[in-house]
């Protein structure tokens, strides 16, 4: 069975590339669950299944509301939105390879907790407080860390990170003289 479509228009915005200064820019609180902001929580998902990719924070198509959304399923069966996300706890440590959207083509090894306990808001504003575990426990920390500015770069060492910098930049200034 072919998937089902969202019956709303939907676009797919620009993803924002590491060492772009906007990605630094600390997210504000969504104020206003609404349409406009449900709008902007489809062409999340449709921008991160494009990608594709497993999490998108709305710091990265350049909205900086305190908004992500995830979906680390095979088959892109499991979306979840997090309006204004507050993590509580965190237990248990994993290290996995990460990769952002806004750094492609590199991936590396981060540690992050292997349980978080976060508080949100639902698509229809309603409060929820739930656990995560796992690959998508990984997702939400690394997605929370774009609303503050923070790249999984900045777990790794100033010499890789400026590698990954250099490298990207000569990546763009090639693609623009072609
Ligand atoms: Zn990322």
Known sequence: MPPVRHPLNMTILKILEFPDPRLRTKARPVEKVDDALRQLIDDLFETMYAAPGIGLAATQVNFHQRLLVADVSADKTEPHVLINPQILELDGVQVTEEGCLSVPGFYEEVERAERVRVCFL??????????????LAVCVQHEIDHLQGRLFVDYLSETKRQRIRKRLIKDRRSQAAV
């Open 122 to 135: 639902d698509r229809d504003g309603v409060v929820v407080e739930t656990e995560f575990e796992g690959m």
